[in-house]
């Protein structure tokens, strides 16, 4: 009877590992019908995932009950999953490097950072609640948005003579489509705050100023693009938080180590940034992060917080150093990052600097000039939570 019992409990699990990656209760998305459904909903919660990966059906389930609890309380989101390994157009589309990966998408634009939280279906139920949220903030006055205003963070703030037409439906468009990125929204409807039609400032943190949009307010690429490239900034904090994310991205750091208090490295850094490689913003990801919080990257690197502020180079193979007289020099930060990519740094690591003439022998202990390994690259996302596809930049 136990052999029996033990035979069917064999054949039951035998049969299970045949049942589909996508299950019923979520909507099944393929190469055909994806941009069909997805644009017709608000809100679309994607799971990009394959049969053979077990976090992919680990997650099936869950996702499955999130689907099934959710879908009177949010009749206008769609909660829909993707077998990548049968659906490769969609796979190259969004660019999926791992199992599962979970996007979501606003009337059908895909939204830049992807989900990392908890797998639940609490936890999903939170994310897509707060993302149901409207990003805009209502004001009916110039003072009202003073008053309101929170200094710390990169403001927007719009005025439109009505709660209607193209301008004011391409404003709601983009700041759903940033809402994730930290910045604050705002608008003011009528025509006592829009005497001689649209207009729109950004408001900066750093108080430098506001600066008034003189584009097309019905072209929505345009306006998209000039609030994302002052929503999100060339020089971020990286942070504990954030970095599988920016490590995913797969762009070499460039980072300044300084002590959280260090105001004047920060902008000396951020300024110089700015002023010297801000073409190579597709390149290298410029961040600073907290020496005390990072110290582990600064041990491999043979420095303490004593040693801050640091500007170092993590291309996800080796970590390089910029030597401290360099820092705030005039050229410096562009060579260094030129240096990178013409493989200069690697080079002169491992065979030590081209003479540009004869230089004396020392006696002694040889320097090493190995590079310390990179650090960074061990926060890319873990093999505990994802499936990694094959990427060479990581």
């Known amino acids: ?73 949010f009749p206008n989101v769609l909660l829909g999953t993707v077998d990548c390994e049968r659906n490769p157009d969609l796979t190259r589309k969004f660019q999926i490097s791992k199992y599962p990966t979970l996007k979501l998408f ?53 005025y439109f003579p009505q709660a209607a037409g193209a301008e004011y439906d391409v404003y709601q468009r983009v700041t759903s489509a940033l809402k ?37 307010y019905q072209d929505y690429n345009f306006v998209k693009e000039w609030v994302t490239d002052k929503c999100i900034p060339f020089v971020r904090e990286i942070t504990f938080e954030n970095a599988e994310e920016l490590t995913e991205e797969g762009k070499p750091f460039l980072i300044l180590f300084r002590m959280p208090e260090d105001k004047a490295s920060e902008k000396v850094f951020t300024e110089q940034v700015m002023r010297e490689v ?13 020496g005390q919080k990072f110290a582990h990257p600064l041990h491999h690197l043979g420095k303490t917080v004593k040693d ?23 050229g410096a930060i562009r060579q260094f990052v030129q240096d990178l990519h013409s493989g200069k740094l690697h080079d002169e690591f491992h065979n030590g600097p081209k003479p540009t003439e004869a230089i004396p022998q020392v006696h002694g202990k040889a320097d090493n000039t190995q590079p310390p390994p990179s650090v960074f690259k061990q ?7 994802y499936s990694i596809l094959g990427r060479d930049e990581l």
């Open 1 to 73: 009877m136990r052999r029996l019992s033990s035979m069917l409990s064999v054949a039951l699990l035998s049969l299970l590992s045949l049942v589909p990656y996508c299950l019923a209760d979520a909507v099944v998305l393929t190469d055909a019908n994806f941009d069909q459904l997805v644009p017709s909903k608000q809100l679309s919660f994607v799971v990009f995932g394959a049969e053979w990966c077990p976090w992919s059906r680990k997650i099936q389930p869950i996702f499955a009950e999130a689907s099934e609890k959710l879908k009177t309380t």
């Open 106 to 158: 606003r009337a059908g634009e895909m939204v830049k950072k992807e989900y990392r939280g908890q797998r639940s279906v609490e936890a999903f139920e939170k994310y897509l609640t707060e993302e149901m949220k409207s990003a805009v903030t209502m004001i009916n006055s110039q003072d009202e948005f003073n008053n309101r205003q929170n200094k710390e963070k990169n403001a927007f703030v719009a």
């Open 180 to 216: 994730s990125y930290g910045c604050e929204f705002y608008l003011g409807i009528g025509p006592q705050v829009a005497p001689n039609g649209p207009s729109m400032v950004f408001v900066p943190s750093n108080n430098d100023g506001p600066l008034a949009f003189s584009g097309s």
């Open 278 to 290: 801000s073409d190579q913003r597709n390149f290298i990801n410029c961040l600073i992060a907290d």
């Open 308 to 330: 801050l502020p640091l500007v170092a180079i993590d291309s996800f193979r080796h970590m390089y150093l910029l030597p401290t007289e360099k820092f705030g020099q005039n």
């Open 379 to 385: 926060l890319k996302p873990s093999d505990n939570r």
